[in-house]
């Protein structure tokens, strides 16, 4: 299931995955499909079912991990909350690289502008001198 939100930088409407492991249904239709490869290959109940239904929860969770894990990042400005939380600098570096590129490609040209954070002109330079972590990204666009 899908749940509708806005980017947290750009302010873009989107659509993530809500579910980020496994539920009642992955696991009742990972039960039904080993009994279905179970008497599809021995032709009889197996106790190895309980092997092939480990691998298939296995394979469930880690296609629901990464379904979400793919759904977060925004599309538009690059911008991962996930990635923030753990690394903030790593983070700015990855927008700042997805605006840039976003900038040279043609194909953006006629796209929707981003909304951006915008600060004034007087706070930036305050920030700018007092941290000399990096850059700006809405004073460069």
Known sequence: ????????????????????????????????????????????????????????????????????????????CGFDPVLYIKDQERAVEKVTLHLKSRKENPNNLLAKPLNLPSISREKSEALQNKEKRGTLVSRQI
Request: hydrophobic letters at 50%; a positive charge; charged letters at 20%.
């Open 1 to 76: 299931m899908k749940n509708n939100c806005f980017c947290a930088f750009c302010r873009t409407p989107r659509r993530i995955y809500k579910r980020r492991n496994i539920g009642l249904i992955n696991i009742s239709y990972a039960a039904l499909a080993s009994v279905l490869v179970m008497y599809l290959i021995w032709k009889s109940f197996d106790p190895r079912v309980l092997m092939v239904f480990a691998v298939f929860l296995a394979l469930t969770e880690v296609f629901i991990q990464l379904r979400w894990r793919m759904s977060v990042p925004c599309r538009q």
